[in-house]
């Protein structure tokens, strides 16, 4: 507990003097607050159609500007609070002070925890506010559909937080792996259109490549099945293939198994390689 106690004092004196980290940070609160804001005058003036903006029904519009960017801006926090000790040698200077090389990449490990709980955290504290604020009628926290957005939110975080985490231990500059992580994304994407033209037979593997479990997790066609049945309705009505997603479990098992190759392999880079 003491040697937990020293890696949260020494990381948390690391984050305080990182502008950059607090700027990402506060630019996704803004955005997350932002996109509720619409809804929440909507309520106030009377409301409209669809159901109410109140708890549970407040979680389908509340999430999904997040869950679409949250995971990226957590990435980049992630990238801009740990890649530059490298350059900096503020690693170097740990290690030197007494740290092994284990309880830097542990400290980092709780950092990429921690704001993990903060970008989850943010919409679902803006969310609850939103319903207390509303003056459409109250019901419960939340239904199985919305946990299950929760679940996928939660998912796409670590996902994407992983990514930074590895391209950070990796590439140890923070405009280079910002960068290749950006690329990466659009690579993928552009892999994913190209190739099952060629093959059509591949594209339920690609499915299952990081960027398109992300894709996965953002639909809200994926965790509400009400939206999925008016989503292939309308399809079927412009003759286009219905959306088919791959099964729950498959998606959870494979996001947490990239997860923990990502931070396996940051792990093992840090021990080898010289800080």
């Not at 419960?140 to 992983?162: K, P």
């Not at 290749?180 to 499915?207: D, G």
């Not at 003759?239 to 198994?257: I, K, M, W």
């Amino acid at each position: 507990m003491k040697r937990l106690g020293t890696l949260l004092r020494i990381e948390f004196i690391k984050a305080r003097k990182r502008p950059a980290l607090w700027l990402t940070l506060g630019v996704f609160i803004f955005f997350t607050v932002v996109t509720v804001l619409p809804n929440l005058v909507r309520a106030l003036e009377g409301g409209g159609p669809g159901p109410p903006f109140a708890l549970p029904w407040i979680w389908r519009a509340v999430l999904q500007p997040p869950i679409n960017m949250g995971p990226f801006f957590l990435a980049a926090a992630m990238i801009l609070l740990f890649a530059p000790e490298f350059g900096w040698k503020t690693a170097g200077q740990n290690v030197i002070d007494g740290l092994a090389k284990e309880h830097l990449f542990f400290g980092k490990l709780i950092t990429f925890a921690l704001l993990l709980a903060a970008f989850f955290i943010v919409p679902i504290v803006t969310g609850v506010a939103a319903s207390i604020i509303s003056p459409e009628p109250t019901g419960t926290f939340a239904r199985g559909a919305e946990l299950n957005h929760m679940f996928g939110y939660a998912l796409a975080l670590s996902l994407w937080g992983s990514i930074g985490f590895l391209l950070a231990a990796t590439i140890r500059a923070s405009g280079g792996a910002l960068g290749i992580m950006f690329l990466y994304f659009l690579v993928e994407n552009m892999v994913t259109s190209i190739v099952p033209v060629w093959n059509p037979a591949l594209e339920r593997h690609l499915n299952f490549l990081p960027t398109q479990l992300f894709d996965t997790l953002t639909r809200t066609e994926f965790h509400y099945p009400d939206a999925l049945a008016r989503a292939n309705e309308q399809r079927a009505a412009m003759g286009q293939p219905l959306l088919d997603f791959p099964d729950h479990g498959a998606v959870v098992a494979s996001v947490l198994g990239f997860v923990a190759l990502f931070v396996g392999v940051s792990f093992v880079t840090m021990r080898k390689r010289d800080l």
